[in-house]
């Protein structure tokens, strides 16, 4: 019963690289997100999508693309990684939106 | 946008103490969905309630408690005579269009 499966779990990048999360569910969600987690900030919404084809910006989305070609997989590909985009990522996915997100173990994301 | 506010970011109780955590949210929607999650040191997201807009009756939980007041725009959360393992991050959640918002969250120290 795998659920939310991120990966990788550890990620050290340059700045200037580029690099994809990948988050798959095998619960059949529609919904799936990313959020952000950093020190004294909580979690706070990058991208979310409420089925394949569609995807919507949250509150931090400058610097993340995504998109969802089908229901399992929602990868978060980070483009030109800055040091401001270390952080710890999770990815959740939902069957009935964000009303009983299931969440990823997190990655663990830092740009030297 | 909705906002969720933890007022106290770091709480410290002994052991066998109580311990209420404040959430105070604010919205112009009729129709919402408020949420605890719990985070201990090891680093997952833990749902532990979900409340929607029309139902205000108080929980409990084993030692777990929760007071939701439309009036005050509040959903506390009270661990009652609180234990070691208690110790962890505690996020107050709000939905709402298909977005989940969190407050900061509540670092919450017990100690033995």
């Known amino acids: 019963n795998a659920g939310v499966t991120q990966t990788p779990k550890f990620q050290v990048l340059k700045t ?26 909580g979690l706070r919404l990058i991208h979310y999508s409420v089925g394949a084809g569609i995807t919507d910006q949250g509150e931090v989305p400058n610097g ?3 998109s969802r070609s089908t229901t399992e997989d929602f990868p978060l590909r980070l483009l030109s990684a800055a040091p401001s985009q270390t952080s710890v990522y999770f990815c959740a996915s939902g069957g009935s939106g964000a009303r009983e997100l299931f969440f990823g173990e997190g990655s663990r994301l830092t740009v030297l | 946008a909705q906002k969720v506010t933890q007022a106290q ?18 919205t112009r929607d009729t129709t919402y969905y408020l949420f605890w999650y ?3 040191p090891s680093g997952e997201l833990v749902f532990l309630i979900r409340r929607n807009s029309f139902d205000e009756q108080n929980e409990i ?27 962890a991050v505690y996020f107050c959640a709000y939905y ?3 977005r989940l ?12």
């Open chain 2, 9 to 26: 970011t770091e709480i410290s109780v002994v052991e066998k103490e109580d311990v209420t955590l404040d959430c105070v949210y604010e």
């Open chain 2, 61 to 87: 939980s084993g030692r777990y408690s929760w007071n939701f007041q439309k009036s005050t725009s509040s959903f506390n959360f009270t661990i009652t005579a609180s234990q070691v393992v208690d110790s």
């Open chain 2, 96 to 98: 709402g269009n298909n």
């Open chain 1, 16 to 41: 200037g690289q580029s690099m994809t999360l990948q988050c798959a569910q095998d619960m059949n969600h529609e919904y799936m997100s990313w959020y952000r987690q950093d020190p004294g900030m």
């Open chain 1, 64 to 66: 993340y693309n995504v």
């Open chain 2, 101 to 112: 918002a969190f407050g900061k969250g509540n670092q919450v120290v017990v100690i033995p």
């Open chain 2, 38 to 40: 719990k985070q201990p």
